[in-house]
Protein backbone atom coordinates (compact mmCIF):
# COMPACT_ATOMS: atom_id res chain seq x y z
CA UNK A 1 0.00 0.00 0.00
CA UNK A 2 1.24 3.43 -1.26
CA UNK A 3 0.76 6.65 1.48
CA UNK A 4 1.51 9.96 0.75
CA UNK A 5 2.29 11.95 3.79
CA UNK A 6 1.85 15.65 4.02
CA UNK A 7 3.68 18.37 6.52
CA UNK A 8 4.76 22.07 6.93
CA UNK A 9 1.26 23.82 6.60
CA UNK A 10 -0.16 26.33 9.44
CA UNK A 11 -0.54 30.09 10.02
CA UNK A 12 0.93 32.64 8.03
CA UNK A 13 0.68 36.29 7.17
CA UNK A 14 -0.19 37.79 4.72
CA UNK A 15 3.59 38.46 2.53
CA UNK A 16 4.94 35.74 4.40
CA UNK A 17 6.79 32.02 3.35
CA UNK A 18 5.38 28.42 4.05
CA UNK A 19 6.83 25.44 2.49
CA UNK A 20 4.80 22.05 2.45
CA UNK A 21 6.63 18.40 2.06
CA UNK A 22 5.23 15.34 1.07
CA UNK A 23 6.65 12.34 1.21
CA UNK A 24 5.32 9.10 -0.49
CA UNK A 25 5.81 5.59 1.30
CA UNK A 26 5.28 2.16 0.99
CA UNK A 27 6.23 -0.62 -1.84
CA UNK A 28 6.82 1.61 -4.74
CA UNK A 29 8.20 0.41 -8.47
CA UNK A 30 7.91 4.09 -9.51
CA UNK A 31 6.57 7.42 -9.50
CA UNK A 32 5.24 9.79 -12.53
CA UNK A 33 4.01 13.22 -11.56
CA UNK A 34 3.79 14.40 -8.17
CA UNK A 35 1.96 17.43 -7.32
CA UNK A 36 0.05 19.84 -5.05
CA UNK A 37 -3.95 20.65 -5.67
CA UNK A 38 -6.08 22.87 -2.99
CA UNK A 39 -9.44 23.58 -1.65
CA UNK A 40 -11.04 26.66 -0.22
CA UNK A 41 -13.72 26.41 1.48
CA UNK A 42 -16.73 26.58 -0.92
CA UNK A 43 -14.25 26.05 -3.61
CA UNK A 44 -13.73 23.24 -6.24
CA UNK A 45 -10.34 21.48 -5.99
CA UNK A 46 -7.22 22.96 -8.25
CA UNK A 47 -4.31 22.36 -9.05
CA UNK A 48 -1.50 24.65 -7.80
CA UNK A 49 1.62 22.43 -9.20
CA UNK A 50 3.29 19.88 -10.46
CA UNK A 51 6.52 18.16 -11.91
CA UNK A 52 6.51 14.72 -13.83
CA UNK A 53 9.36 12.58 -13.15
CA UNK A 54 11.09 14.04 -16.21
CA UNK A 55 11.47 17.82 -14.45
CA UNK A 56 8.97 19.26 -16.32
CA UNK A 57 6.65 21.44 -14.18
CA UNK A 58 3.29 23.30 -14.07
CA UNK A 59 1.76 26.18 -12.25
CA UNK A 60 -1.57 27.76 -12.02
CA UNK A 61 -1.73 31.19 -13.09
CA UNK A 62 -2.40 32.69 -9.75
CA UNK A 63 0.61 30.98 -8.09
CA UNK A 64 3.53 31.64 -10.90
CA UNK A 65 6.37 33.80 -9.74
CA UNK A 66 5.50 32.63 -5.99
CA UNK A 67 5.06 29.42 -5.28
CA UNK A 68 8.22 26.35 -6.45
CA UNK A 69 7.56 23.27 -6.43
CA UNK A 70 10.62 20.49 -6.65
CA UNK A 71 11.32 16.61 -6.06
CA UNK A 72 13.76 14.45 -4.19
CA UNK A 73 13.44 11.27 -6.27
CA UNK A 74 15.83 9.60 -3.75
CA UNK A 75 13.49 9.77 -1.49
CA UNK A 76 10.19 10.22 -3.15
CA UNK A 77 9.22 13.61 -1.66
CA UNK A 78 7.61 16.58 -3.53
CA UNK A 79 8.02 20.05 -2.04
CA UNK A 80 6.19 23.57 -2.57
CA UNK A 81 7.86 26.43 -1.26
CA UNK A 82 5.17 29.31 -1.00
CA UNK A 83 6.59 33.02 -1.30
CA UNK A 84 4.87 36.37 -0.80
CA UNK A 85 1.43 34.28 0.75
CA UNK A 86 -1.56 36.01 0.30
CA UNK A 87 -5.28 35.47 1.90
CA UNK A 88 -6.50 33.89 -1.24
CA UNK A 89 -4.10 31.47 -0.91
CA UNK A 90 -6.02 29.59 2.29
CA UNK A 91 -7.00 26.51 1.57
CA UNK A 92 -6.36 22.87 2.31
CA UNK A 93 -3.32 22.08 0.38
CA UNK A 94 -3.19 18.28 -1.17
CA UNK A 95 -0.65 15.69 -2.17
CA UNK A 96 -1.34 13.94 -5.26
CA UNK A 97 0.81 10.94 -7.12
CA UNK A 98 0.81 8.87 -9.87
CA UNK A 99 2.36 5.59 -8.69
CA UNK A 100 2.94 2.20 -10.04
CA UNK A 101 3.86 -0.13 -6.88
CA UNK A 102 5.84 -3.12 -6.88
CA UNK A 103 2.74 -5.39 -6.71
CA UNK A 104 0.09 -4.73 -8.21
CA UNK A 105 2.40 -3.43 -10.88
CA UNK A 106 -0.53 -0.72 -12.15
CA UNK A 107 -0.80 2.74 -12.13
CA UNK A 108 -2.51 4.54 -9.23
CA UNK A 109 -3.39 8.14 -8.35
CA UNK A 110 -3.05 8.44 -4.60
CA UNK A 111 -3.85 11.46 -2.80
CA UNK A 112 -2.50 12.67 0.93
CA UNK A 113 -5.12 13.87 3.71
CA UNK A 114 -4.18 17.28 3.49
CA UNK A 115 -2.48 19.88 5.37
CA UNK A 116 -4.15 23.46 6.00
CA UNK A 117 -2.24 26.99 5.19
CA UNK A 118 -4.07 29.91 6.63
CA UNK A 119 -2.71 33.47 5.13
CA UNK A 120 -3.76 35.91 7.83
CA UNK A 121 -3.93 39.55 5.96
Known amino acids: QVQLVESGGGLVQAGGSLRLSCAAS????????MGWYRQAPGKQRELVAS???????NYADSVKGRFTISRDSAKNTVYLQMNSLKPEDTAVYYC???????????????WGQGTLVTVSS
Open 26 to 33: GSIFSINT
Open 51 to 57: ETSGGIT
Open 96 to 110: NAGVVPILPRRYLEV
